[in-house]
């Protein structure tokens, strides 16, 4: 799910700024001079990021409630975080792209419009698979909608000092957004219907279009799309997946989930095939080869993994095992929305001073401590105390979350910051995907689902300590 610690996009779009000003300032025929104010493109580009955050830590409150409504599995609302997840993972690679051919106004008018269309529909829905297919939709518009709301931003403060404060309060507004969905979801769930969660975007939604209606046109730039790659790359994470999914619910001995893994397996042979032989690939494969951006990957991979497949789990514990209404859920997660927005901004001071690899390493460590700590939840633990025992799980994430960002980039050529940071964010939003996947298939498992969730923690576990060894043998001049 977008974060705030998606400074990645934040770097594209400030670096974008210093190579696109010439083309920004003038309007030829692909763009349309309109007068209107910075400050209300900076609104609507900002709205957009707040819709995004609270529809999607809104929805995870709601999810035990859907399941209910609409006599969804584990499975089933496993797909309802994962439909999202995948497409804007996926699209993530080639969003920028497509931002720069149609414009990064009308690729963002257009997102808010599919985004509102599929939330009308999700909370129409009659059946869970409906209700799928529009989560599919709503994740695909929000990836096409992050990037292109950034370049908005960069488009409509051409000075260095404003741009960075405008970005600054796009920031802010989505980690606002994050730690009153939980609430908003929560009580919303309660007093009205989980459906009002999606209706809640209809509104919002319409006063972006009205916004950008009054927005300048962005330019468009010739940029190359690798659509094989695209399609292959959303192909093989779907069949993972879905096999992932289907073999936790019904067993990994039936064809449709070593089917599945199969079918994944022979997409991402593909993928691989496409992107070595494509001249402009959406993901070098040379850029896999440099060992500090692997490692970034890795972490960015394993980091999400534990904080959103574990907010998963716990979404569902708070509700179906401790018996928490969907108000009592919400509560539980703001404490953790408001301490990552405090270690992010904490984190770009302690890389400051003690460079970017110090942040990464004690925010690996904090999730782990916090991992293992989370092993004492049981069934009477409380409500209060389960969110006590997520902060540092939390606090972990939002301290090395923009640090391994910097980190990244540190070591790259300068034109590829924009391919290398949405390369992160994919693989970071890959890494919940499946872990939702993953970790779901184990509580759903007839050992009950305390003892899936504390085998799921100790998996989380193993993969930071494997992460956080990687980057302490980074050599030194990446340090």
């Known amino acids: 799910m977008p974060t705030v610690g998606n400074t990645q996009d934040v770097q594209r779009a400030q670096r974008a700024q210093d190579t696109d000003r010439t083309h920004d300032r003038s309007h030829t025929n692909n763009a349309t001079p309109r007068t209107t104010s910075p400050n209300l493109t900076l609104f609507a580009a900002l709205l957009g990021f707040v819709m995004i955050a609270v529809d999607t830590s809104a929805v995870n409150v709601g999810l035990p409630a859907v399941g209910r409504g609409l006599g969804g599995s584990t499975a089933g609302l496993q797909w309802i975080v994962d439909a999202y997840t995948l497409m804007f993972a996926a699209l993530l690679l080639s969003a920028g792209a497509f931002s720069d051919r149609l414009g990064a106004s009308r690729l963002y008018a257009g997102g808010a419009a599919a985004f509102t269309l599929a939330s009308v529909a999700c909370g129409l829905a009659p059946n869970l698979g409906f209700l799928i297919v ?140 496409v992107e070595r032989r494509t001249r402009e690939p959406m993901l070098p494969l040379g850029l896999l080869r440099d060992r500090v951006v692997a490692v970034c990957l890795a972490v960015g991979f394993v980091i999400n993994a534990a904080y959103q497949g574990l907010i998963f789990v716990f979404g569902l514990f708070a509700q179906d095992i401790l018996g928490r209404s969907a108000v009592g859920a919400g509560l539980v997660f703001v404490p953790t929305a408001v301490l990552c927005t405090v270690t992010n901004l904490l984190s770009a001071r302690a890389a400051g001073r003690w460079g970017a690899r110090m942040p990464v390493l004690v925010g690996q460590l904090a999730c782990a401590v916090g991992l293992l700590m989370l092993l004492v939840v049981n069934v009477h633990t409380s409500a209060t105390a389960l969110a006590l025992l997520l902060l540092p799980l939390a606090g972990g994430l939002g301290f090395a979350v923009p640090s391994l960002t910097a980190m990244m980039l540190g070591g790259i050529a300068p034109e590829r910051a924009g391919l290398a940071g949405g390369v992160l964010n994919s693989f970071r939003q890959t890494g919940g995907a499946l872990a939702v996947a993953g970790f779901g298939a184990l509580v759903a498992q007839h050992g009950g689902f305390v003892t899936g969730m504390h085998l799921s923690l100790l998996i989380a576990v193993a993969l930071l300590a494997a992460t956080t060894l990687a980057t302490l043998a980074l050599p030194k001049a990446n340090r």
Request: no cysteine; net charge positive.
């Open 134 to 273: 529009a989560r599919l939709v709503q994740g695909s518009a929000a990836a096409l909608m992050l990037p292109s709301s950034l370049a908005l931003v960069r488009q409509a403060f051409p000075d260095a000092r404003a741009r960075a404060a405008a970005i600054a309060r796009w920031t802010m507004a989505g980690a606002a957004a994050t730690a009153v969905g939980p609430i908003l979801g929560g009580a919303l769930t309660s007093s009205v219907s989980w459906r009002s969660i999606f209706f809640l975007n209809l509104p919002v939604g319409l006063v972006i279009l009205a916004a950008m209606r009054r927005t300048e046109r962005s330019v468009r730039r010739p940029a190359p799309l690798d659509l094989p790659g695209q399609i292959t790359a959303i192909l093989g994470l779907a069949a993972l997946t879905y096999g992932v999914i289907s073999g936790g619910a019904s067993g990994f001995g039936r064809p449709q989930s070593w089917g599945s893994l199969l079918v994944a397996l022979v997409s991402m042979s593909a993928f691989v095939a």
